[in-house]
Protein backbone atom coordinates (compact mmCIF):
# COMPACT_ATOMS: atom_id res chain seq x y z
CA UNK A 1 0.00 0.00 0.00
CA UNK A 2 1.38 3.48 -1.11
CA UNK A 3 1.44 5.81 1.39
CA UNK A 4 1.18 8.46 -1.62
CA UNK A 5 -1.65 6.60 -3.15
CA UNK A 6 -4.57 9.55 -3.30
CA UNK A 7 -6.83 6.31 -2.53
CA UNK A 8 -6.11 6.64 1.11
CA UNK A 9 -6.27 10.68 1.74
CA UNK A 10 -7.97 10.77 4.93
CA UNK A 11 -11.39 12.35 4.21
CA UNK A 12 -12.28 14.99 7.13
CA UNK A 13 -9.32 13.68 8.66
CA UNK A 14 -10.99 10.80 8.88
CA UNK A 15 -8.25 7.66 7.58
CA UNK A 16 -9.04 4.50 6.58
CA UNK A 17 -7.97 3.02 9.79
CA UNK A 18 -10.17 5.19 11.73
CA UNK A 19 -13.21 4.35 9.48
CA UNK A 20 -12.06 0.44 9.51
CA UNK A 21 -11.73 0.21 13.28
CA UNK A 22 -15.16 2.33 13.73
CA UNK A 23 -16.85 0.21 12.04
CA UNK A 24 -16.09 -2.92 13.91
CA UNK A 25 -16.65 -1.34 17.00
CA UNK A 26 -20.13 -0.29 15.39
CA UNK A 27 -20.55 -3.93 14.70
CA UNK A 28 -19.90 -5.03 18.18
CA UNK A 29 -22.55 -2.62 19.28
CA UNK A 30 -20.82 0.73 20.55
CA UNK A 31 -22.84 3.55 20.04
CA UNK A 32 -22.31 5.92 17.13
CA UNK A 33 -21.59 9.41 19.47
CA UNK A 34 -19.24 7.13 21.31
CA UNK A 35 -17.42 6.75 18.56
CA UNK A 36 -17.31 10.25 17.24
CA UNK A 37 -16.41 11.35 20.83
CA UNK A 38 -13.11 9.09 20.75
CA UNK A 39 -12.05 10.50 16.87
CA UNK A 40 -12.91 14.06 17.92
CA UNK A 41 -15.83 15.22 15.14
CA UNK A 42 -19.48 15.39 15.31
CA UNK A 43 -21.76 12.73 13.73
CA UNK A 44 -22.19 14.96 10.13
CA UNK A 45 -18.45 14.32 9.64
CA UNK A 46 -18.30 11.05 10.76
CA UNK A 47 -21.50 10.15 8.30
CA UNK A 48 -19.58 12.50 5.51
CA UNK A 49 -16.63 10.40 5.98
CA UNK A 50 -17.78 7.28 6.10
CA UNK A 51 -20.30 7.91 2.83
CA UNK A 52 -16.77 8.97 1.00
CA UNK A 53 -14.71 5.63 1.92
CA UNK A 54 -17.73 3.54 1.16
CA UNK A 55 -17.60 5.50 -2.39
CA UNK A 56 -13.69 5.04 -2.46
CA UNK A 57 -14.00 1.33 -2.29
CA UNK A 58 -16.94 1.25 -5.34
CA UNK A 59 -14.77 3.49 -7.15
CA UNK A 60 -11.65 1.20 -7.13
CA UNK A 61 -11.86 -1.62 -9.83
CA UNK A 62 -8.67 -3.03 -8.24
CA UNK A 63 -9.93 -3.88 -4.61
CA UNK A 64 -7.08 -1.93 -2.89
CA UNK A 65 -9.15 -0.25 -0.56
CA UNK A 66 -11.48 -2.44 0.69
CA UNK A 67 -8.71 -5.34 0.99
CA UNK A 68 -6.60 -2.69 3.39
CA UNK A 69 -9.98 -2.13 5.28
CA UNK A 70 -9.98 -5.55 5.78
CA UNK A 71 -6.72 -5.81 7.36
CA UNK A 72 -7.77 -2.48 9.80
CA UNK A 73 -10.78 -4.13 10.70
CA UNK A 74 -8.77 -7.06 12.29
CA UNK A 75 -6.86 -4.54 13.98
CA UNK A 76 -9.31 -2.43 15.34
CA UNK A 77 -8.53 -3.49 18.97
CA UNK A 78 -5.26 -1.17 18.16
CA UNK A 79 -6.31 1.21 17.51
CA UNK A 80 -5.02 4.41 19.60
CA UNK A 81 -8.10 6.17 20.18
CA UNK A 82 -10.88 2.92 19.45
CA UNK A 83 -9.43 0.37 20.74
CA UNK A 84 -10.59 -0.10 23.73
CA UNK A 85 -14.41 1.17 23.36
CA UNK A 86 -16.60 -1.70 24.70
CA UNK A 87 -20.31 -2.11 24.11
CA UNK A 88 -22.58 -1.04 26.83
CA UNK A 89 -23.53 -4.73 27.23
CA UNK A 90 -19.97 -5.49 27.97
CA UNK A 91 -16.76 -7.65 26.77
CA UNK A 92 -18.42 -10.42 25.97
CA UNK A 93 -16.88 -14.17 26.69
CA UNK A 94 -13.05 -13.60 27.11
CA UNK A 95 -12.05 -16.67 26.94
CA UNK A 96 -14.60 -18.48 24.07
CA UNK A 97 -12.94 -15.32 22.15
CA UNK A 98 -9.20 -15.72 22.55
CA UNK A 99 -9.66 -19.19 21.73
CA UNK A 100 -11.50 -18.49 18.76
CA UNK A 101 -8.31 -16.53 17.46
CA UNK A 102 -5.95 -19.03 18.49
CA UNK A 103 -7.71 -22.36 17.59
CA UNK A 104 -8.67 -22.51 13.97
CA UNK A 105 -10.69 -26.00 13.95
CA UNK A 106 -12.83 -23.93 16.83
CA UNK A 107 -12.73 -21.17 14.71
CA UNK A 108 -13.80 -23.31 11.67
CA UNK A 109 -16.52 -25.12 13.74
CA UNK A 110 -18.55 -22.26 14.89
CA UNK A 111 -18.33 -21.15 10.71
CA UNK A 112 -19.79 -23.98 10.07
CA UNK A 113 -22.57 -23.92 13.01
CA UNK A 114 -23.78 -20.42 12.13
CA UNK A 115 -24.09 -21.17 8.68
CA UNK A 116 -26.18 -24.00 9.88
CA UNK A 117 -28.21 -22.10 11.94
CA UNK A 118 -28.85 -19.67 9.34
CA UNK A 119 -29.93 -22.32 7.10
CA UNK A 120 -32.32 -23.73 9.66
CA UNK A 121 -33.84 -20.41 9.78
CA UNK A 122 -32.15 -18.96 12.48
CA UNK A 123 -30.32 -15.84 13.25
CA UNK A 124 -26.35 -17.55 13.51
CA UNK A 125 -25.31 -14.83 14.45
CA UNK A 126 -27.22 -14.38 18.02
CA UNK A 127 -26.98 -18.02 17.76
CA UNK A 128 -23.23 -17.49 18.43
CA UNK A 129 -23.78 -14.74 20.77
CA UNK A 130 -26.12 -16.56 22.84
CA UNK A 131 -23.76 -19.79 23.05
CA UNK A 132 -20.66 -18.84 23.12
CA UNK A 133 -20.46 -15.36 24.44
CA UNK A 134 -19.04 -14.14 21.44
CA UNK A 135 -20.56 -10.71 19.42
CA UNK A 136 -20.79 -10.22 15.06
CA UNK A 137 -17.94 -7.98 15.54
CA UNK A 138 -15.93 -9.84 17.43
CA UNK A 139 -16.60 -12.76 15.35
CA UNK A 140 -15.79 -10.89 12.37
CA UNK A 141 -12.49 -8.76 13.65
CA UNK A 142 -11.23 -12.64 14.39
CA UNK A 143 -12.48 -13.56 10.93
CA UNK A 144 -10.52 -11.17 8.82
CA UNK A 145 -7.28 -12.61 11.32
CA UNK A 146 -7.72 -15.93 10.12
CA UNK A 147 -7.91 -14.37 6.44
CA UNK A 148 -5.06 -12.78 6.58
CA UNK A 149 -3.46 -15.62 7.27
CA UNK A 150 -4.79 -17.47 4.00
CA UNK A 151 -2.36 -16.94 1.72
CA UNK A 152 0.82 -18.98 3.75
CA UNK A 153 -1.32 -21.76 3.88
CA UNK A 154 -1.00 -24.64 1.59
CA UNK A 155 -3.29 -25.83 -0.73
CA UNK A 156 -4.44 -29.03 1.40
CA UNK A 157 -4.55 -27.16 4.11
CA UNK A 158 -7.01 -25.08 2.92
CA UNK A 159 -8.75 -27.95 1.68
CA UNK A 160 -8.68 -29.89 5.56
CA UNK A 161 -10.16 -26.66 7.19
CA UNK A 162 -12.38 -26.21 4.18
CA UNK A 163 -13.77 -29.55 4.99
CA UNK A 164 -13.65 -29.81 8.54
CA UNK A 165 -15.96 -26.88 8.26
CA UNK A 166 -18.47 -28.69 5.92
CA UNK A 167 -18.59 -31.67 8.01
CA UNK A 168 -19.79 -29.22 11.45
CA UNK A 169 -21.69 -27.51 8.98
CA UNK A 170 -23.95 -30.81 8.73
CA UNK A 171 -23.05 -32.38 12.11
CA UNK A 172 -25.32 -28.71 13.45
CA UNK A 173 -27.94 -29.23 10.80
CA UNK A 174 -28.46 -32.65 11.79
CA UNK A 175 -28.87 -30.81 15.09
CA UNK A 176 -30.50 -28.20 14.38
CA UNK A 177 -33.10 -30.19 12.34
CA UNK A 178 -33.84 -32.55 15.06
CA UNK A 179 -34.74 -30.03 17.95
CA UNK A 180 -37.04 -28.06 15.17
CA UNK A 181 -39.01 -31.15 14.08
CA UNK A 182 -36.87 -32.70 10.67
CA UNK A 183 -36.20 -31.76 7.44
CA UNK A 184 -38.97 -31.96 4.73
CA UNK A 185 -37.41 -34.50 3.28
CA UNK A 186 -36.15 -37.23 6.03
CA UNK A 187 -38.30 -39.76 5.20
CA UNK A 188 -37.43 -39.87 1.67
CA UNK A 189 -35.07 -42.52 1.43
CA UNK A 190 -33.57 -44.40 -1.78
CA UNK B 1 -10.32 -61.14 -19.47
CA UNK B 2 -11.10 -62.40 -22.59
CA UNK B 3 -9.73 -59.79 -24.35
CA UNK B 4 -9.07 -61.15 -27.78
CA UNK B 5 -12.41 -63.12 -28.06
CA UNK B 6 -14.54 -62.27 -30.97
CA UNK B 7 -17.84 -62.01 -29.72
CA UNK B 8 -19.44 -62.81 -26.29
CA UNK B 9 -19.48 -66.58 -24.73
CA UNK B 10 -22.37 -67.42 -23.19
CA UNK B 11 -20.74 -66.79 -19.86
CA UNK B 12 -20.23 -63.29 -21.03
CA UNK B 13 -23.77 -63.02 -21.93
CA UNK B 14 -25.42 -64.32 -18.77
CA UNK B 15 -22.59 -62.13 -17.02
CA UNK B 16 -23.54 -59.07 -19.47
CA UNK B 17 -27.84 -59.26 -18.43
CA UNK B 18 -27.25 -60.12 -14.67
CA UNK B 19 -25.42 -56.60 -14.66
CA UNK B 20 -27.87 -55.09 -16.68
CA UNK B 21 -30.59 -56.04 -14.33
CA UNK B 22 -28.89 -54.90 -11.52
CA UNK B 23 -28.34 -51.51 -13.24
CA UNK B 24 -31.53 -51.29 -14.58
CA UNK B 25 -33.10 -51.86 -10.55
CA UNK B 26 -30.91 -49.13 -9.05
CA UNK B 27 -31.86 -46.57 -11.69
CA UNK B 28 -35.30 -47.03 -10.84
CA UNK B 29 -34.85 -46.63 -7.85
CA UNK B 30 -32.96 -43.22 -8.16
CA UNK B 31 -35.75 -42.14 -10.79
CA UNK B 32 -38.58 -42.94 -7.96
CA UNK B 33 -36.02 -41.35 -5.11
CA UNK B 34 -35.61 -38.40 -7.60
CA UNK B 35 -39.38 -38.05 -7.81
CA UNK B 36 -40.43 -38.35 -4.08
CA UNK B 37 -37.87 -35.13 -3.79
CA UNK B 38 -39.60 -33.35 -6.37
CA UNK B 39 -42.74 -33.85 -4.29
CA UNK B 40 -40.91 -31.98 -1.24
CA UNK B 41 -39.61 -29.19 -3.81
CA UNK B 42 -43.34 -28.79 -4.85
CA UNK B 43 -45.05 -28.76 -0.94
CA UNK B 44 -41.64 -26.12 0.40
CA UNK B 45 -41.86 -24.00 -3.14
CA UNK B 46 -45.30 -23.76 -2.07
CA UNK B 47 -45.38 -22.67 1.07
CA UNK B 48 -42.42 -20.27 0.60
CA UNK B 49 -44.60 -18.45 -2.06
CA UNK B 50 -47.57 -18.76 0.49
CA UNK B 51 -45.98 -17.26 3.61
CA UNK B 52 -43.33 -14.86 2.55
CA UNK B 53 -45.77 -11.87 1.95
CA UNK B 54 -46.67 -12.11 5.48
CA UNK B 55 -43.27 -12.20 6.73
CA UNK B 56 -42.19 -9.23 4.55
CA UNK B 57 -45.46 -7.09 5.19
CA UNK B 58 -44.24 -7.02 8.93
CA UNK B 59 -40.59 -6.88 8.89
CA UNK B 60 -38.20 -4.59 9.84
CA UNK B 61 -36.01 -1.72 8.15
CA UNK B 62 -33.22 -4.39 6.77
CA UNK B 63 -35.61 -7.39 5.92
CA UNK B 64 -34.32 -9.77 9.01
CA UNK B 65 -37.26 -11.44 9.25
CA UNK B 66 -37.28 -12.71 5.44
CA UNK B 67 -33.54 -12.89 5.07
CA UNK B 68 -34.15 -15.68 8.02
CA UNK B 69 -37.10 -17.50 6.72
CA UNK B 70 -35.62 -17.26 3.49
CA UNK B 71 -32.34 -18.66 4.67
CA UNK B 72 -34.31 -21.58 6.20
CA UNK B 73 -36.12 -22.37 2.96
CA UNK B 74 -32.78 -22.78 1.07
CA UNK B 75 -31.09 -24.94 3.80
CA UNK B 76 -34.09 -27.28 2.93
CA UNK B 77 -33.39 -27.30 -0.56
CA UNK B 78 -29.29 -27.53 0.54
CA UNK B 79 -30.60 -30.85 2.91
CA UNK B 80 -32.01 -32.62 -0.49
CA UNK B 81 -29.44 -31.52 -2.40
CA UNK B 82 -27.20 -33.36 -0.17
CA UNK B 83 -29.05 -36.63 -0.18
CA UNK B 84 -29.03 -36.90 -4.02
CA UNK B 85 -24.98 -36.10 -4.00
CA UNK B 86 -24.78 -38.73 -1.06
CA UNK B 87 -27.22 -41.48 -2.95
CA UNK B 88 -24.45 -40.73 -6.03
CA UNK B 89 -21.58 -41.01 -3.80
CA UNK B 90 -23.06 -44.44 -2.02
CA UNK B 91 -24.86 -46.33 -4.12
CA UNK B 92 -24.13 -45.49 -7.74
CA UNK B 93 -20.68 -44.78 -8.11
CA UNK B 94 -19.48 -47.98 -6.08
CA UNK B 95 -21.44 -50.20 -8.08
CA UNK B 96 -19.84 -48.47 -11.45
CA UNK B 97 -16.49 -48.50 -9.40
CA UNK B 98 -17.03 -52.71 -8.79
CA UNK B 99 -18.13 -53.63 -12.53
CA UNK B 100 -16.09 -51.05 -14.55
CA UNK B 101 -12.72 -52.61 -12.43
CA UNK B 102 -13.93 -56.25 -13.37
CA UNK B 103 -14.79 -55.44 -17.07
CA UNK B 104 -13.04 -55.17 -20.41
CA UNK B 105 -12.85 -52.22 -21.68
CA UNK B 106 -14.22 -51.82 -25.03
CA UNK B 107 -17.35 -54.84 -24.15
CA UNK B 108 -20.79 -54.51 -24.70
CA UNK B 109 -20.59 -55.17 -20.58
CA UNK B 110 -18.13 -52.14 -19.92
CA UNK B 111 -20.19 -50.06 -22.04
CA UNK B 112 -23.31 -50.64 -21.08
CA UNK B 113 -21.86 -49.54 -17.48
CA UNK B 114 -20.02 -46.61 -18.14
CA UNK B 115 -23.40 -45.55 -20.33
CA UNK B 116 -25.32 -45.90 -16.85
CA UNK B 117 -23.28 -44.47 -14.85
CA UNK B 118 -23.46 -41.07 -17.45
CA UNK B 119 -27.35 -41.41 -17.14
CA UNK B 120 -27.62 -41.60 -13.81
CA UNK B 121 -25.26 -38.64 -13.07
CA UNK B 122 -26.73 -36.75 -15.95
CA UNK B 123 -30.46 -37.53 -14.07
CA UNK B 124 -29.01 -36.51 -10.46
CA UNK B 125 -27.58 -32.92 -12.73
CA UNK B 126 -30.79 -32.06 -14.41
CA UNK B 127 -32.68 -32.49 -11.03
CA UNK B 128 -30.33 -30.16 -9.39
CA UNK B 129 -30.62 -28.01 -11.77
CA UNK B 130 -34.07 -28.12 -12.28
CA UNK B 131 -34.46 -27.13 -8.31
CA UNK B 132 -31.79 -24.48 -8.63
CA UNK B 133 -34.23 -22.98 -11.26
CA UNK B 134 -37.37 -23.15 -9.26
CA UNK B 135 -35.81 -21.53 -5.79
CA UNK B 136 -34.60 -18.69 -8.06
CA UNK B 137 -38.13 -18.36 -9.88
CA UNK B 138 -39.53 -18.57 -6.67
CA UNK B 139 -37.14 -16.27 -4.74
CA UNK B 140 -37.80 -13.96 -7.71
CA UNK B 141 -41.63 -13.75 -7.76
CA UNK B 142 -41.68 -13.63 -4.14
CA UNK B 143 -39.25 -10.42 -3.55
CA UNK B 144 -40.67 -8.59 -6.92
CA UNK B 145 -41.29 -5.19 -6.08
CA UNK B 146 -42.51 -2.36 -8.22
CA UNK B 147 -39.50 0.20 -7.44
CA UNK B 148 -41.41 3.20 -9.23
CA UNK B 149 -43.86 4.11 -6.72
CA UNK B 150 -41.98 3.26 -3.96
CA UNK B 151 -39.07 5.56 -5.31
CA UNK B 152 -41.47 8.47 -5.79
CA UNK B 153 -43.18 7.76 -2.13
CA UNK B 154 -39.94 8.00 -0.60
CA UNK B 155 -39.04 11.58 -2.23
CA UNK B 156 -42.09 12.65 -1.76
CA UNK B 157 -42.30 11.75 2.06
CA UNK B 158 -38.95 13.15 2.33
CA UNK B 159 -39.73 16.68 0.64
CA UNK B 160 -43.01 16.84 2.89
CA UNK B 161 -40.76 16.48 5.88
CA UNK B 162 -38.30 18.41 5.12
CA UNK B 163 -40.88 21.59 5.08
CA UNK B 164 -41.43 21.35 8.89
CA UNK B 165 -37.72 21.07 9.81
CA UNK B 166 -37.13 24.48 12.17
CA UNK B 167 -33.49 26.33 13.82
CA UNK B 168 -32.72 25.23 16.80
CA UNK B 169 -31.94 28.91 17.85
CA UNK B 170 -34.62 31.26 16.24
CA UNK B 171 -37.72 28.30 15.05
CA UNK B 172 -37.78 30.10 11.24
CA UNK B 173 -37.95 27.14 8.91
CA UNK B 174 -34.53 25.63 7.47
CA UNK B 175 -35.95 25.68 3.67
CA UNK B 176 -34.53 22.28 3.13
CA UNK B 177 -34.49 21.87 -0.47
CA UNK B 178 -32.19 19.03 -1.16
CA UNK B 179 -31.52 15.61 -0.72
CA UNK B 180 -29.08 14.96 2.56
CA UNK B 181 -28.47 11.22 2.71
CA UNK B 182 -26.93 11.26 6.35
CA UNK B 183 -26.74 13.79 9.29
CA UNK B 184 -25.37 17.47 7.88
CA UNK B 185 -25.01 20.45 8.74
CA UNK B 186 -27.19 22.78 7.31
CA UNK B 187 -27.31 26.51 8.10
CA UNK B 188 -30.49 28.73 8.86
CA UNK B 189 -31.21 31.44 6.50
CA UNK B 190 -32.56 33.72 8.80
CA UNK B 191 -29.94 33.61 12.26
CA UNK B 192 -27.09 31.64 10.43
CA UNK B 193 -26.83 29.47 13.57
CA UNK B 194 -25.03 25.76 12.28
CA UNK B 195 -28.05 22.78 12.64
CA UNK B 196 -27.37 19.49 12.64
CA UNK B 197 -29.70 17.80 10.14
CA UNK B 198 -31.33 14.59 10.47
CA UNK B 199 -32.47 13.20 7.37
CA UNK B 200 -34.09 10.22 8.54
CA UNK B 201 -34.76 6.73 7.91
CA UNK B 202 -36.35 7.49 4.39
CA UNK B 203 -33.51 9.58 2.95
CA UNK B 204 -31.11 7.03 4.37
CA UNK B 205 -32.45 4.55 2.28
CA UNK B 206 -33.44 6.57 -0.70
CA UNK B 207 -29.89 5.83 -2.51
CA UNK B 208 -30.44 2.22 -1.87
CA UNK B 209 -33.75 1.93 -3.55
CA UNK B 210 -32.47 4.16 -6.77
CA UNK B 211 -29.90 1.21 -7.04
CA UNK B 212 -33.22 -1.32 -7.69
CA UNK B 213 -35.49 1.04 -9.22
CA UNK B 214 -32.28 1.75 -11.60
CA UNK B 215 -31.94 -2.17 -12.43
CA UNK B 216 -35.26 -2.73 -12.77
CA UNK B 217 -34.97 -0.08 -15.44
CA UNK B 218 -32.90 -2.05 -17.20
CA UNK B 219 -33.53 -5.02 -16.81
CA UNK B 220 -34.40 -5.64 -20.30
CA UNK B 221 -30.57 -5.47 -21.08
CA UNK B 222 -30.01 -8.33 -18.56
CA UNK B 223 -32.53 -10.32 -20.03
CA UNK B 224 -30.65 -9.76 -23.42
CA UNK B 225 -27.37 -10.50 -21.67
CA UNK B 226 -28.80 -13.58 -20.37
CA UNK B 227 -30.33 -14.65 -24.13
CA UNK B 228 -27.20 -14.06 -25.84
CA UNK B 229 -25.58 -16.47 -23.13
CA UNK B 230 -27.95 -19.17 -23.44
CA UNK B 231 -27.99 -19.03 -27.14
CA UNK B 232 -24.46 -19.28 -27.21
CA UNK B 233 -24.30 -22.43 -24.87
CA UNK B 234 -27.22 -24.04 -27.12
CA UNK B 235 -25.12 -23.58 -30.38
CA UNK B 236 -21.93 -24.29 -28.80
CA UNK B 237 -23.74 -27.82 -27.27
CA UNK B 238 -25.24 -28.58 -31.45
CA UNK B 239 -21.91 -28.18 -32.75
CA UNK B 240 -20.55 -30.71 -29.64
CA UNK B 241 -23.11 -33.83 -30.51
CA UNK B 242 -22.37 -32.95 -34.22
CA UNK B 243 -18.43 -33.62 -33.82
CA UNK B 244 -19.28 -36.26 -32.08
CA UNK B 245 -21.01 -37.68 -35.13
CA UNK B 246 -18.49 -37.10 -37.34
CA UNK B 247 -15.34 -39.32 -38.26
CA UNK B 248 -12.02 -38.73 -37.42
CA UNK B 249 -11.33 -38.32 -40.92
CA UNK B 250 -14.17 -35.82 -41.65
CA UNK B 251 -12.79 -33.73 -38.56
CA UNK B 252 -8.83 -34.01 -40.27
CA UNK B 253 -10.17 -33.21 -43.91
CA UNK B 254 -11.73 -30.05 -42.72
CA UNK B 255 -14.25 -30.75 -45.61
CA UNK B 256 -17.53 -32.37 -45.99
CA UNK B 257 -21.45 -31.37 -45.29
CA UNK B 258 -21.01 -31.72 -41.86
CA UNK B 259 -18.41 -29.71 -41.32
CA UNK B 260 -19.84 -27.07 -43.08
CA UNK B 261 -22.35 -27.44 -41.11
CA UNK B 262 -20.37 -27.47 -37.65
CA UNK B 263 -18.45 -23.69 -39.15
CA UNK B 264 -22.57 -22.60 -40.12
CA UNK B 265 -23.03 -23.55 -36.18
CA UNK B 266 -19.78 -21.77 -35.31
CA UNK B 267 -20.59 -18.26 -36.71
CA UNK B 268 -23.82 -18.30 -35.58
CA UNK B 269 -22.15 -19.38 -32.11
CA UNK B 270 -19.46 -16.47 -32.23
CA UNK B 271 -22.35 -13.73 -33.09
CA UNK B 272 -23.77 -14.80 -30.02
CA UNK B 273 -21.08 -14.51 -27.77
CA UNK B 274 -19.69 -11.07 -29.03
CA UNK B 275 -23.24 -10.03 -28.11
CA UNK B 276 -22.70 -10.90 -24.76
CA UNK B 277 -20.47 -7.96 -23.37
CA UNK B 278 -21.82 -5.85 -25.35
CA UNK B 279 -25.24 -6.21 -23.74
CA UNK B 280 -23.45 -6.43 -19.89
CA UNK B 281 -22.67 -3.13 -20.97
CA UNK B 282 -25.62 -1.81 -22.36
CA UNK B 283 -26.58 -2.91 -18.85
CA UNK B 284 -24.69 -1.49 -16.77
CA UNK B 285 -24.38 1.92 -18.81
CA UNK B 286 -28.19 2.56 -18.25
CA UNK B 287 -27.94 1.54 -15.02
CA UNK B 288 -25.72 4.56 -14.32
CA UNK B 289 -27.73 6.63 -16.66
CA UNK B 290 -31.01 6.28 -15.07
CA UNK B 291 -29.03 6.62 -11.31
CA UNK B 292 -27.80 10.22 -12.85
CA UNK B 293 -31.59 10.59 -13.50
CA UNK B 294 -33.02 10.30 -10.44
CA UNK B 295 -29.77 11.46 -7.67
CA UNK B 296 -28.20 14.01 -10.21
CA UNK B 297 -26.27 15.50 -7.47
CA UNK B 298 -24.37 11.73 -7.17
CA UNK B 299 -23.69 11.91 -11.04
CA UNK B 300 -19.46 12.38 -10.16
CA UNK B 301 -19.41 9.23 -8.01
CA UNK B 302 -21.44 7.44 -9.89
CA UNK B 303 -19.13 7.61 -13.16
CA UNK B 304 -16.01 7.05 -11.48
CA UNK B 305 -18.53 3.82 -9.99
CA UNK B 306 -19.49 2.57 -13.52
CA UNK B 307 -15.78 3.03 -14.83
CA UNK B 308 -14.72 0.75 -11.60
CA UNK B 309 -17.54 -2.04 -12.33
CA UNK B 310 -16.93 -2.07 -16.14
CA UNK B 311 -13.12 -2.55 -15.43
CA UNK B 312 -14.15 -5.77 -13.77
CA UNK B 313 -16.48 -7.06 -15.79
CA UNK B 314 -14.10 -6.60 -18.79
CA UNK B 315 -11.65 -8.17 -17.05
CA UNK B 316 -13.59 -11.51 -16.73
CA UNK B 317 -14.80 -11.27 -20.09
CA UNK B 318 -13.47 -14.36 -21.97
CA UNK B 319 -14.52 -16.16 -25.46
CA UNK B 320 -14.06 -19.75 -25.91
CA UNK B 321 -11.29 -21.33 -27.36
CA UNK B 322 -12.33 -23.46 -30.55
CA UNK B 323 -10.17 -25.48 -32.53
CA UNK B 324 -12.10 -25.97 -35.81
Not at chain 2, 112 to 132: F, G, I, Y
Not at chain 2, 235 to 247: A, I, P
Not at chain 2, 253 to 265: F, I
Amino acid sequence: MSQNNPLFEPIHGISLFDYSAANAKLANGVAVDTICAALGVEIPVWEDASQGWTQRMQEDSDFIVITQMGTYFAQAGEHPKLGGLQAAGGAGNAANLQRLASDRYFYEELCGARTAAYEAGMDGAQWIQTNYGISLGDFQEVAMQWMQLQSSLSDEEILEYTNYMDAKRQEYARKFADENGGNIADDVDF
Amino acid sequence: MGLFNRGQSQDDKLQTETIKSELAALESRLDNFLAKLNDRVDLLIAGFIAEAPAIMATDDRFGQAYYRFSSGIKGQATNMREKVREVLETQIEPAYSRYSDMLSAGTDAYRLVHDWRHRCAEKANDWEDQLQNRMDAATEQVERKDYEPIFRDMVEQYMQQCKYVHCTQCGDNLQIAQVYYHSAYVNCPSCNTQNIFEPGVIARDLEQNARKLAEQRSKHFMDAHEQKRAEEEDLYQQMHTLQLKMSFQELQAKSGPLYTQLLALNKQRVAAEDEIPVQLDKYYRNIFDELNGLLPDLKEHHEKFFISLQNNYQRHDSKRSINL
